[in-house]
């Protein structure tokens, strides 16, 4: 699924960023890379953007900037 | 030993402390500029310490050194070309893994380098320790401990630079990021094949050059273009090659696999020198984002702040606004005294002063607004704040951070203007920048009260808030027109920090508040003072008026024939004589000055541009007010006051008596009041606008662009209300 069909409090793991150059570029160096585990925080009150944990730091992004990103849904425990 | 200035960069990523660090080793000693070319902001300081002479130059706080936003660009490029003796990379202790993507950056450059470990006791209160020695065996760099914001271990960071700039120049083996073995394998090839190509006069480090060509970096392509001319093509195309070969098999870009490579180092060296410890980590700003982002609570508290950083921008700035302009009065009234009656001191009292006055009573609310904005910024508030608006700005193209310049622009727009800083792309900036204006600031209300109370008398204050909207409407149209058509392209990506939340320190909120105003005082003053002296030299000459009466003469008999009424003894009768005859007297003047004024070259302009404006109502006095108001819009309404022959501009009444006897009919006014609110913007607007777009063309664009919008609109308003009969 993508990063931007998980719900607020919901747990994942990276699986593949798109989007071109640039941005991919930008969201790997905010410490979003492949592999790495990453939290809902929560979506803003207008939906977007929305924010999400990832390597210990709060990183917000636009909505469509989560669509580039694959993730798979973790459970806790 | 020689003694020589030691060149000190700071480099880091944004909210790591880094300005907290370089304004407490640099203290007030700071000049503050540009790069050359570009509008970042580029922050030097000389100190002398332990013996030795040292400038510190603040780079631009970046999460990386890829080419892709001005501000990595301005700080690698530094590094690359100016060669500083040494530079330290201050690290956020407490976020350590993101932190060392830029510091890994910095140990493949082939430069001297330092880490500092920022906010230590953050980290420490977060439950986590560093193992600094082991940190800087592992990536052969030497290791310190600061927390800047209490001045604690600067002294020692200072020192290790010194004892590294001193000693030569060694890359450990392990300074090396080790990456997966195709990568590797295709540095190795490209590194030879350099090596081939080039002598020892290349002077970037090989390794990083392979690395950077394999990225496919298009500036430091360009950087080998210039540097060997036609060999580089080899290279290039060698380099090309190499990277098809990578991404076939990779199934990725390269640079991607890279960036998860360098991630996947770090990741290797935390394992190996932090050690958590098992206390719960509380993180607080979580909590306080439980408020201040809540889907409900959000809103109303961000409204609230802007509230109050309007409140206290324009209301309390309002009372030193007050004692400067009175402070200017004395000034004036003091040249008035001792200056010799000349021309010299009418350029001086009328021309300069006056002018220049009139924009430096500006300076309470920029210290205001940019001491609020800064507190935005150094406690984390701006980002959320960018993080609430964006959908809302996004719509018009805009960044969440382009609300805040914005919303100043109903203010003053030479502050709101000089507050489009915070936007880090250019485009963003340049947008923002050019549809501020219309947000209609507070010298156009004086405009609009006179006007709209004159001709739509009850319904003054609908009509003042239906132009407000409109000039909104108009930000948005052209916000929308310009993202499509001019400035166009992909958005800058929105992916921020939310950095943590900090209690911020004064002395940063002062320097940083006092470094805009530098800004302001210097740079304004120039351009306002030319066009100051302009303005007067128009509407004071020629000197040698031809007045169509006498009406020194007529001053003069009014006179003769009061003096024998006065000198009856009765004090009552006496005062009441005299209050006749100097009214008789004001009358006459003020009738000789609007005719002075009118035959002034300003009048004769006035006139000349007449045609242009007939069409959408404004006769000719109408006209120069309006050219008068490119000096500041608040003169409209006083140099109307003196065209309509108006007794005193202060006293509404008359002025509106006298417009209403002037043949202005409420179209006519409305009209106006939309040119006014569209138009060019005022002298200091501009000069704000030169600097900050550091383009002459895009000023120029702004002035034809808003005042061809301004015609345009007044002529539909005013052609349309009268076709519809009004």
Redesign the interface.
Known sequence: MRLNEMKEGQRGRILKIGGESRLRRRILEMGLTKGSEIYIEKYAPLKDPLEVTVRGCHVSLRVKEAAEIDIEALTDY | MEKRQLRIALAGNPNSGKTTIFNNMTGTRQKVGNWPGVTVEKKEGDIHKFGYDMKIIDLPGT??L?P?SIEEIVARDFILDENPDVVIDIIDAS?L??NL?LANQLRELDCKVIFALNMADVAKSRGFKIDAPKLSELLGVPVVFTVGNKNEGLDELLKTALELANSPLEIPEERRVRYSNDIESAIGELKDFIKLQVDSSFSYNIRWTAIKLLEDDKIIKDRIREKIGVQSQHILSKAEKLRGKLSKRLDD?P??VM??DR?GFIAGTIKEVISTSTRHRVDI??NI?LVL????L??PIFIFLIWAIFQTTFTLGAYPMEWLNTGVGYVSAFFEYVLPNSLLKDLIVDGIIAGVGSIIIFLPNILLLFFCIALFEDTGYM?RA???M???M?LIGLH?KSFIPMLMGFGCSVPAIMATRSLESKKDRILTILITPFMSCSARLPVYIVLAGTFFAAHAGTVIFIIYLFGILMAIITGRLFRTVLLKG?DA????????YRVPMMKNLLIHMWDRSKMFLRKMGGIILVGSVVIWVLSSFPKNIQYSKDYDAQIRSVNQSYEQQTISGKEDYDNRIIQQKDALIREISIAKEAERAEKSYIGRIGKAVEPLFEPIGIDWRGSVALLTGFVAKEIVVSTMGVLYAADDAAESDALQNALLKSGMTPLSALSMMIFVLLYIPCLATIGAITRETGSVKWTLFNIVFTTGVAWTMSFVVFQGGRLLGF
């Open positions: 999460y990386s890829t892709f976020n893994e993101r993507y870009d640079e991607i960036t998860d991630y700003s979580r984002d982002t809540n889907r409900f959000g809103f980002a960018a993080f609430l964006d959908k809302i996004h969440g992909e990506p929105f992916v921020m920090e939310l950095p943590p």
